[in-house]
């Protein structure tokens, strides 16, 4: 059995965004699953949309998720080179077979030429194809003027894609196309064809907004005698509101944004593989190796997949809390508040390991840690806008931070211990658990969220929560 390549190519445009990850992500499990090779090529022929530092974006990008290639940048292998802005004269050699059977032609016409026709066919109601205005004649093709691929067998075309079935399209679809633009770099439409056939690509997954393209490009494999490779096209990534494509305009982002927001590589790996794909259980959580062992093209569906961003941030949570300890410290890096950089590294692992359970994303951290290193601000409009709080008055609120204070004093400040105290105040105060210990918890944090308010008191130190009483006492009698 020919053993399994796959690959990702992708274009240095900008930005690399969650699209172009699974794109990448369905054919590394592919080719992981059955021990096959994985190639990542440059396709950079488009130079208009050239953007400098883009290749090492992508790069960056697939290494902090884990996607490894065996071959392509950085890697090399026998097929290179994998930029195909290095390759010109391998779509030279390609170009001369299709010259040579009189399937490639010198393109004459200008733009001004080419809009008369289209003019011209809209006149006539008819759909424009250039093949209906090709040269009567031509001349030999000298490389300033682009090189135009000349379809030659007019014909339905069927197809089978692993995702969408059984697929075909009339000659409608067919039309002549340019192969070699007159800067001499090829067209994708070639490129990527000669790439796949010298590359002996196998499968090639990508995008549904190519299924139109296809039947040009098997008009392509048979003039270049060919053989296709087994083709996929996964379902589009859909806006929140699962009636368009994701794009800018919905709030998508590039994956380095998800990154700097403290989405974890496990996590994003995890949900773009869940984006059109699951395995028939009702499992939501995947590592790296179950996802190699479960996945397959026969389970990706043919409708969108809707973007749900609250779903990405719950399962970032869900990774965060299989972490341990020392794992989440070294993820941490960067995220901490300014103050912190003074704190010792067992200082932080004990703040860390408080607000662990309740972190959804590693940009949380200095929200839910700031006040352990710093003083906070008193905020009292958190309390006037705490459905509980907000009907104490202020000697109501005075009188209860006062009997905390004297209470807590006398605890060993040790997490039970506090608990103990906590539990003998509400009875001496005969207050509920949500106005009681929302009120101490917001006097020593000012902070919207926080552990468990014994575990907090214990971090915070005795003195540091007897000077936080105080300052809020004092507050209330301004």
């Known amino acids: 059995m020919t053993s399994i390549r796959t690959r990702f190519a992708p274009s240095p445009t900008g930005y690399i965004h969650v699209g172009n ?3 990448a992500l369905f054919p590394w499990l592919l080719a992981r699953q059955n021990k096959g090779t994985f190639v990542l090529r440059i396709e950079d022929t488009d130079q208009a949309r050239f953007v400098e530092g883009a290749t090492d974006l992508i790069i960056d990008t697939l290494n902090w998720l884990g996607i490894d290639w065996d071959e392509g940048i950085n890697k090399g292998g026998d097929y290179g080179p994998y930029i195909q802005t290095e390759r010109r004269e391998h779509y030279l050699v390609w170009a001369q077979k299709l010259i040579d059977k009189g399937l490639a032609y010198a393109d004459p016409y200008s733009e001004d030429e080419v809009e008369k026709f289209r003019l011209e066919a809209k006149a006539n109601k008819k759909a424009f194809l250039y093949r209906d205005y090709r040269p009567t004649e ?13 379809v030659s067998d007019i014909k339905r075309y069927s197809w089978h894609d692993e995702v969408m079935g059984d697929l075909s399209a009339g000659p409608e679809a067919l039309d002549d196309f340019i192969l070699i633009k007159s800067d001499g770099l090829p067209t994708y439409n070639f490129a990527h064809i000669v790439d796949d056939a010298e590359m002996k690509i196998t499968h090639i997954i990508r995008g549904l907004e190519y299924i139109p393209s296809i039947p040009k490009y098997l008009s392509l494999y048979e003039a270049l005698e060919i053989e ?25 982002k590039s994956v380095q944004e998800y990154r700097k927001e403290g989405i974890l590589p496990e996590t994003m790996l995890n949900f773009l593989a869940s984006m059109g794909w ?7 959580i995947f590592s790296r190796d179950e996802l190699i062992v479960k996945f397959s093209l026969a389970r990706v569906q043919r409708s969108g997949a809707r973007f749900d961003e609250q779903r990405l941030i719950w399962m970032n949570g869900q990774w965060i809390r299989k972490l341990s300890l020392d794992e989440l410290y070294d993820r941490s890096e960067g995220f901490w508040p300014e103050p912190a950089n003074q704190a010792t590294e067992d200082r932080k692992k004990q703040i860390l390991g408080l607000v662990k359970d309740r972190l959804k994303t590693l940009a949380d951290i200095p929200m839910m840690t700031s006040y352990f290193f710093a003083e906070p601000t008193p905020d009292f409009s958190m309390i006037e806008t705490n459905k509980q709080l907000s009907s104490l008055s202020h000697d109501e609120i005075s009188s209860l931070l006062n009997s905390a204070k004297n209470a807590l004093a006398n605890s060993n400040y040790d997490a039970d211990s506090l608990q103990n105290t906590l539990n003998e105040l509400l009875e001496t105060t005969g207050q509920k658990p949500g106005i009681l210990f929302s009120l101490i918890r917001l006097a020593v944090s000012w902070a919207p969220f926080s552990p468990a308010l014994n575990d907090t008191l214990a971090a915070l130190g005795h003195s540091t929560v007897e000077s936080r009483l105080d300052s809020a006492i004092t507050a209330t009698t301004k």
């Open 228 to 252: 296709p490779p087994i083709m996929a096209c996964l379902p589009h990534i859909l806006a929140p509101d699962g009636k368009k494509k994701l794009g800018k305009r919905d709030g998508a």
């Open 21 to 23: 990850i699974r794109s």
């Open 138 to 150: 031509t001349t030999k093709w000298d490389g300033t003027q682009p090189l135009r691929f000349k």
């Open 278 to 284: 699951n395995d028939g259980t009702e499992q939501e």
